[in-house]
């Protein structure tokens, strides 16, 4: 109980001193005096969270230095220690320089492995014990301190072949789904095991991948080469029964790696399954028994982005310190969050540490680490991992290309049975539409059309039955047709009501001007997380390249859902002003002048932009009325106060001029 006491009254003081200006620096000096007393300090005995901790600063001060700076600044600690006047002061602090180094050699030897700059620090310094005749402390340093089992930073596990055929292993059949389980699981605990910890820095840092990111561009190479590798594996087969078999045999291994606790290839499988062009072959699900469909929808739920992915945390904080490979993806989600929402220091140009982002850092960090260092229970055989790596390598298909080969395999059919997916329509395409490739109807069956919708605005919309829709009434339709220009331009007579034949004369014209407004400009994008598809509603799942964004208004769908969503595109040329070469030019005026060759459209579009500012320059005559009125209600005050002193002050006088009544004169 006083032992326990004395570290709870040593825990409370140093909280006591981790004030809100500690620095880096600081939190260095006080590790150092723990290696004072201990040789291994290792992490704190208390539970509470130490910042100075060894474990805790060697991981998190990467964030901030390099490890090039962090070994300068051991070694200038060590070089001062000269100076300490008591002998036992001075070789307390070169041992306890040492052994910091020696610690961060033992416990982090990937940071020497990776900067060949840090073991040239390293040899620096035993140059500096070696000048100073500190004999035993060279010795010290000059033991064999990296454990045999180094971080592996080989070649890649990938082959470097790249071929562009679906093509999946001729010994796949021989593969159970545990077997494909293990594998996946081997391979992606290497690529996971050997990202170093800048390069989640730098993404963090960074929120995307860089030439700097080589590890983990490696690992998002890997996720999409599953994904790929299996809807190639489903696809490459002629029959439905043999598709429904390795769908099923995925679905399996699915639960293998939900069981192993590989997250980020159970995402990437599910990916697969999940793909556009494995979900359209209805005919083979129907085939597919309903409850390993079931089991599919189980674990894909699993990942749903609900409560920021709270499913799928709540497994992972249960592992309590089990094997698991995260999320990539979700990993370095959490790590850009953490960087983007607190700063690294208190306040600009100071070197104050922000201890909140500090300990958040230290709980994402070294739950990585701890992932990273925890190797899983499986002995994986090296044939079945050479024909899996290679699959893998060779099954590098585009979105297109395996659409393509999905309606090969099961064209278009009008009576399929609903599996889930939504059958392909037999109209045309929206984006056919848009850019006028659709087959034109006639001009009898578009005003046939055109006259139905109309009249059910007016029967809706006309509440007085006037035939015409007055400005209020238009309001209301606007709200309801979002592509419906101005009133002004539809008041053609500016009588101030749109009668029945304006509003149809509007319509008609509207077919061809509105194809504009729907073109989109659309470019594949990386997204963080898991978006929302503007058209499906489904979720974008992968790393990299998820779907494709609108450069113009940002709209986002997946790359097969492209041709078919109906969203507003909000770009807008600019309005161009022109004016008659008869009238001189009027260098303070903001006219708008029609240009008569000008298209409906563009009219359209200045009108609209005319009235915009209109609207604009009322609010700001308003404001400044308000203002102004304001400004003479203060005036009348001050007005009316100095009326009552002015006349306060005269009747003070004249009473004080006054002459006595009954003096004689």
Not at 41 to 61: I, K, N, Q, R, T
Not at 74 to 86: E, G, Q, V
Not at 89 to 98: D, G
Not at 646 to 659: D, V
Request: hydrophobic share 40%; net charge negative.
């Amino acid at each position: 109980m006083q032992a326990a006491h004395s570290a709870m009254t040593t825990l409370e003081r140093m909280h006591h001193e981790m004030s809100d200006e500690t620095t880096l620096l600081d939190l260095l000096r006080r590790m150092l005096l723990k290696f004072e007393r201990d040789e291994s300090p290792g992490m704190s005995a208390v539970a509470e969270f130490d910042p100075a901790s060894p474990d805790v600063y060697f991981l998190v001060v990467k964030w901030y230095w390099t490890v090039e700076y962090l070994s300068q600044q051991l070694t200038d600690m060590y070089i001062a220690s000269r100076n300490i006047p008591d002998a036992s002061s001075c070789a307390s602090r070169k041992w306890a320089v040492a052994r910091a180094f020696r610690y961060w050699q033992q416990n982090f030897p990937e940071d020497f492995t990776l900067v060949p700059e840090l073991q040239a620090k390293l040899l620096a310094l035993q140059q500096v014990m070696k000048d100073g005749n500190d004999v035993d402390l060279l010795e010290y340093m000059n033991q064999d301190t990296l454990p045999e089992e180094t971080w592996n930073l080989g070649g890649s596990v990938l082959p470097n072949g790249q071929l562009r055929r679906p093509s999946g292993s001729l010994s796949f059949d021989c593969c159970s789904a545990e077997d494909i389980a293990v594998m996946l699981c081997a391979i992606d605990y290497k690529l996971f095991r050997r990202v170093p910890f800048c390069e989640f820095c730098i993404y963090a840092h960074t929120a995307r991948p860089t030439k700097d990111t080589l590890r983990i561009d490696e690992c998002i190479q890997f996720f999409n080469g599953v994904t790929n590798w299996v809807v190639c594996n489903i696809l490459r087969e002629m029959t439905m029964a043999k598709r429904a078999e390795i769908i099923v045999k995925f679905v399996e291994a699915t639960r293998y790696l939900f069981n192993l606790h590989s997250y980020n290839t159970m995402l990437a499988v599910l990916g697969g399954l999940n793909h556009f062009s494995v979900r359209r072959l209805l005919q083979t699900w129907n085939v597919v028994d309903k409850s390993k469909k079931e089991d599919l929808n189980t674990w894909t739920n699993f990942f749903s982005s609900h409560m920021n992915y709270s499913a799928y945390r709540h497994a992972v904080t249960q592992l309590d310190g089990a094997f698991c490979i995260p999320v990539i993806g979700i990993a370095l989600k959490d790590m850009v969050a953490v960087d983007t929402q607190a700063r690294d220091f208190t306040n600009t140009g100071s070197t104050a540490i922000n201890m909140v982002k500090y300990r958040k850092l230290s709980t994402i960090l070294s739950g990585t680490r701890r992932q990273q260092l925890t190797a899983p229970a499986i002995q994986p055989e090296m044939d079945h991992l050479r024909i899996i790596r290679a699959a893998i390598s060779q099954s590098q298909m585009d979105d297109d290309a395996l659409e393509e080969l999905s309606f090969t395999r099961e064209p278009k059919q009008k009576d399929a049975v609903n599996n889930g997916v939504k059958p392909e329509s037999d109209l045309p395409k929206f984006s056919e539409w848009v850019s006028g490739q659709a087959t034109q109807l006639d001009t009898q069956t578009i005003t046939s059309h055109v006259k139905l919708m109309v009249d059910a605005v007016f029967k809706v919309y006309d509440k007085d039955q006037s035939g015409s829709l007055s400005l209020k009434e238009f309001q209301s339709v606007s709200s309801n047709f979002p592509f419906i220009q101005c009133f002004s331009v539809l008041d053609q007579d500016n009588d101030g009501q749109i009668s029945y034949d304006e509003m149809l004369t509007y319509f008609l014209s509207a077919n061809s001007s509105l194809r504009e407004r729907f073109k989109h400009n659309f470019v594949e994008h990386t997204f963080i997380g898991t978006p929302a598809c503007d058209h499906c509603k489904g979720m974008m799942k992968g790393i990299v390249k998820q779907g494709v964004r609108c450069k113009d208004c940002s709209v986002t769908c997946h790359k097969y859902c492209k041709d078919y969503i109906v969203v507003d595109c909000s770009k807008r040329k600019k309005t161009v002003k022109k004016r008659p070469e008869s009238m001189p030019l009027d260098a303070g005026s903001d006219v708008y002048y029609e240009d008569s060759t000008a298209s409906l459209k563009e009219r359209l579009e200045r009108a609209e932009a005319a009235r915009d500012a209109l609207s604009a320059e009322n609010a700001q005559l308003h404001a400044r009325l308000s203002e102004a009125n304001s400004r003479i209600q203060q005036l009348s005050a001050h007005v009316a106060m100095m009326r009552q002193h002015t006349i306060g002050f005269i009747l003070e006088q004249m009473n004080t001029l006054s002459p006595d009544m009954g003096t004689e004169v």
